[in-house]
């Protein structure tokens, strides 16, 4: 299966600032098939992202993803007091899809 | 507006079998997979598996062995069973729809249900 390794692990930032998410994957990913999520305490995940670059429907466009083969980002851009919770990458390119390990997005 | 609600017990003994249903409302059934999905207390999220209305059904190779998804296309409904579980499968289980006709991702969760495997 396809393990997917989110870096840092935690973001501590302010509002108005801007900050990229790491996804590598331990082997390619086959057309471009990873999603970004947004998961807050006690909510359902929030599809944010998917084909690594296509923002889901009602996603605002500070939120954009980037990359190919091993390699993805999630850039969040003029970070607002909403965005603040766990990011995950998700691959559904193979089965089993797999999830990173999520990178938490905290307040400074 | 399409919504998923878990239900099912919350706490289930060691070597016994986890139930849960998914109720979806206000979408077509027949159109989607239907998943289940869990995180564990600390953890990142698993895929567990999926159906689609037609019975047809794909497993993670890691969980196969002890799962069982099931549909009830008129209730609206899809079911998981999970057999001998251990604490290790304490977490909470969400349902969502793989849409695979636009995105081929988990586009709608449900909220989650928390299971607590304990004697």
């Known amino acids: 299966e396809i393990v997917l390794t989110q870096s840092p692990g935690t973001l501590s930032l302010s509002p108005g600032e801007t900050t990229t998410l790491s996804c590598r994957a331990s082997?390619?990913?086959?057309?471009?098939?990873l999603a970004w999520y947004q998961h807050k305490p006690g909510q359902a995940p929030r599809l944010l992202i998917y084909?690594?670059?296509s923002r889901a429907t009602g996603i605002p466009d500070r939120f954009s993803g980037s990359g190919s083969g091993t390699d993805f980002t999630l850039t969040i851009s003029r970070l607002e007091p909403e965005d603040f919770a766990v990011f995950y990458c998700?691959?559904?390119?193979?089965?089993?899809?797999?999830f990173g390990q999520g990178t938490k997005l905290e307040i400074k | 507006q399409v919504q998923l609600q878990e239900s099912g017990p919350g706490l289930v003994k060691p070597s016994e079998t986890l139930s849960l249903t998914c109720t979806v409302s206000?979408?077509?059934?027949?159109?989607?997979?239907w998943s289940w999905i869990r995180q564990p207390p600390g953890k990142g999220l698993e895929w567990i598996g999926y159906?689609?209305?037609?019975?047809?059904?794909n497993y993670n190779p890691s969980l196969k062995s002890r799962v069982t998804v099931s549909i009830d296309t008129p209730k609206n409904q899809f079911s998981l069973k999970l057999s001998s579980v251990t604490a290790a499968d304490t977490a909470v289980y969400y349902c969502?729809?793989?849409?695979?006709?636009?995105?081929?991702?988990?586009?709608?969760w449900g909220q989650g249900t928390m299971v607590t495997v304990s004697s």
């Open positions: 206000g979408d077509s059934f027949s159109t989607y997979y």
């Open positions: 969502a729809r793989l849409d695979i006709v636009a995105t081929d991702v988990f586009d709608i």
């Open positions: 998700q691959q559904y390119g193979s089965s089993p899809y797999t």
């Open positions: 082997q390619s990913v086959s057309s471009s098939y």
């Open positions: 084909g690594a670059s």
């Open positions: 159906i689609y209305y037609t019975g047809r059904t």
